[in-house]
């Protein structure tokens, strides 16, 4: 008997098979301590034992701490245990790499494998999770029990507050039991009054399922789905959509008729997610990536024809600089925003004249950042003209520079950006984060 537990002959056929060849070399003592532990539901002290001869002086400390928990000293048996265990150490192949005129030694390089398909980078993060697996093997209880009671506190079934626009209500819903997002949208009943604070979705109103990220998983047969955007083009009859099936945030571009729930165009791949849509419910623009996985080309797409004619809009060459699109709240002009760590740059194209160029809005400036709204009314000293639908319309500008850390708001016309006049002066003790543009309200 140990600790005043006797041990049978098949517990003694279940230690062996547990540790292995290591049960061979150990004294008929520590034989009765490992029955003992993985009698008690501590078998996860022996997950992952090296082979004999690697690290067995540690094994003996391990067992003698476990004999003398057995008797009701624990102390120090986690140390113990997890001293017998060998991490994974990654091979050093040193790799020079020349950039900048600059040379640099990289002893891991090798394990970069952008296309994850390497059998010895697979082989060693194989490693690491066994590793990590059995220095946690004490936790699995508490971790089965932590995640029981967080999932218990989360409210599977549930749907999105409603965002009203343009004739609908738009929110997403969750299903039990399911991981992804359901889009949908109702109409908004022809008595419905003007929007609301308490504007909800009519139960009478019939539900319109825009993409079920669960069916799209489950019909691609992925293993993994991830949707960066979905937008409704501005008469609201078509979806662009974007998905990574991969995991590798590489997005591919949908479009479907709403109507008849038809696919309109062949998939785009290798998008960053982003999409935009310009006022003629034609046109998009979307972004691909490079070779360093960086968003640095837009690319304009009409519908109707081949992928192959789509027009670059914007390219960017400098590798420290991103590029991301987006819409003004104005509706008016499409944004393309290239920005590094401290620098950045935005260029505006008309929403109503997508095949227009590129106008640049202020000039790129080493650690100067920048970020616009667009506000289409008129802008005086008496105040905004909201009810005006002027072409051109100004920009409030969010501003950071050496001398203004904390950032300033700027206003400027659209059409003579670089006449800027200040709104609310830096302080140095308030940062400005963001400003967003209402009709009457900044």
């Not at 070399?25 to 003992?36: G, K, L, N, P, Y």
């Not at 398909?117 to 971790?143: C, F, G, I, R, S």
């Not at 599977?156 to 997403?172: K, L, M």
């Not at 099936?245 to 062949?266: A, Q």
Request: hydrophobic fraction near 35%; glycine fraction near 6%.
């Amino acid at each position: 008997a140990v600790g005043g537990f006797v041990l049978s002959r098949s517990q003694g056929c279940h230690a062996r098979r547990v540790l292995g060849s290591n049960y061979k070399w150990m004294t008929a003592e520590e034989r009765q301590v490992a029955r003992s532990l993985i009698t008690h539901g501590q078998g996860h002290i022996f997950k992952a034992w090296p082979q004999p001869g690697i690290n067995d002086a540690a094994k003996r400390r391990l067992l003698a701490a476990a004999a003398r928990h057995l008797s009701g000293a624990a102390e120090g048996l986690e140390e113990e245990r997890l001293s017998v265990l060998v991490p994974p150490r990654a091979n050093q192949q040193p790799k020079e790499l020349h950039m900048h005129n600059d040379l640099r030694i990289d002893k891991f390089y090798w394990l970069r494998d952008d296309a994850r398909k390497a059998p010895a980078v697979l082989e060693y993060l194989k490693a690491e999770n066994q590793y990590t697996a059995a220095a946690m093997a004490d936790t699995v209880k508490l971790q089965d029990e932590l995640y029981k009671e967080m999932r218990g506190r989360i409210k599977e079934e549930d749907t999105s507050v409603a965002a009203r626009y343009q004739g609908y209500y738009y929110y997403t819903r969750a299903e039990e039991g399911q991981q992804y997002a359901v889009h949908c949208r109702r109409a908004v009943p022809a008595r419905a009054g003007p929007p609301s604070e308490a504007d909800e979705p009519s139960p009478d109103a019939p539900e319109e399922v825009l993409l079920d990220e669960n069916k799209r998983k489950q019909q691609g047969k992925h293993k993994f789905y991830m949707v960066g955007c979905c937008e409704t083009s501005p008469d609201q009859k078509l979806l662009a959509w974007t998905e990574d099936t991969k995991g590798g945030e590489k997005y591919t571009l949908h479009i479907r008729d709403l109507s008849n729930g038809k696919e309109l165009i062949d998939p785009i791949p290798m998008t960053s997610g982003d999409v935009v849509w310009a006022n003629d419910n034609a046109t998009l623009f979307y972004i691909v990536k490079d070779h360093l996985d960086r968003p640095y080309k837009v690319l304009r797409h009409t519908i109707g024809s081949p992928t192959s004619y789509d027009a670059v809009v914007y390219e960017e060459k400098d590798e420290a600089f991103y590029v991301s699109i987006g819409r003004s709240h104005s509706e008016q002009l499409i944004l393309i925003q290239i920005g590094s760590a401290v620098t950045s740059e935005t260029c505006y194209i008309s929403a109503n004249d997508p095949t227009a160029r590129p106008n640049v809005i202020l000039p790129r400036i080493n650690d100067v950042e920048y970020s616009v709204s667009h506000h289409p009314g008129k802008l005086s000293s008496g105040g905004i003209d909201s009810s005006s639908k002027d072409a051109t319309g100004w920009f409030v500008i969010t501003h950071r520079d050496p001398q203004h850390p904390n950032s300033e708001l700027r206003v400027a016309p659209l059409d003579a950006p670089e006449q800027r006049t200040v709104l609310l002066p830096h302080r140095d003790d308030v940062k400005l984060e963001d400003a967003c543009v209402g009709a009457r309200w900044l």
